[in-house]
């Protein structure tokens, strides 16, 4: 248990804010997300959102391509192989803590 406990302060704190993991979830979940499919399956603000994805991408954790279609800008996003084995690493050490806690 010693371990896991240890592990746990040690867990990536850019992936462990709530509205960074929810990003971050559904990117591993797709190949990559556009920003309208990102807000609607976060539920965060437009504002919250960029901001999210502008930490993220400083940390090389996702990449954000910014194009026009149309006269539209589009913004898709996708996780880089960094922010794969961070979220993997991030979610072993989760439920290695969760596999030890009992909760009555």
């Keep these: 248990m ?4 240890h592990d746990i302060t040690t867990i990536d704190r850019i992936i462990h804010e709530p509205a960074r993991l929810a990003i971050i979830a559904v990117l591993s979940a797709c190949e990559s997300a556009d920003f309208k499919a990102l807000l609607h ?4 603000t437009k504002g919250n959102l960029s901001a999210q994805l502008q930490k993220l991408e ?17 913004t898709d996003c996708a996780l880089t192989k960094l922010g794969r084995q961070a979220f993997r690493v991030y ?3 989760y439920k290695s803590l969760g596999d030890v806690i009992e909760l009555e």
């Design 2 to 5: 010693q371990r896991e406990v």
């Design 41 to 44: 399956l976060t539920g965060l």
């Design 58 to 74: 400083e940390a090389d954790y996702i990449t954000i391509v910014k194009s026009f279609q149309g006269r539209y800008p589009h």
């Design 91 to 93: 979610w072993q050490r």
